[in-house]
């Protein structure tokens, strides 16, 4: 019996590991979405504006039966 359901699911990552998640997605061909925000980070020395996901350690896949193996 196959329970498949093809449509969008949410992956865990390790912390600070969604975007180097999202190039080996990219580079396999699943299509996914890393929705991104501009943020002010400060140090002690310094500002800068980073882009950080919105929903950190997070990454959205959407299956299809293209997607099996």
Same mark, same amino acid.
């Given at each position: 019996?196959? =329970?498949?359901?093809?449509g ?15 190039? &080996? &997605? ?12 501009? =943020? ?13 996901? &919105? ?7 959407? &299956? ?6």
């Open positions: 019996m196959n =329970t498949f359901k093809p969008w699911c949410v992956a865990y990552t390790r912390p600070q590991h969604e975007k180097k998640v999202a190039g &080996l &997605l990219s580079l396999t061909g699943i299509e996914f979405f890393l929705p991104m925000i501009k =943020t002010l980070r400060q140090w002690s020395d310094r500002r800068k504006y980073l882009q950080v996901p &919105l929903f950190p350690s997070y990454i959205f896949i959407r &299956l299809s039966e293209a997607n099996t193996y």
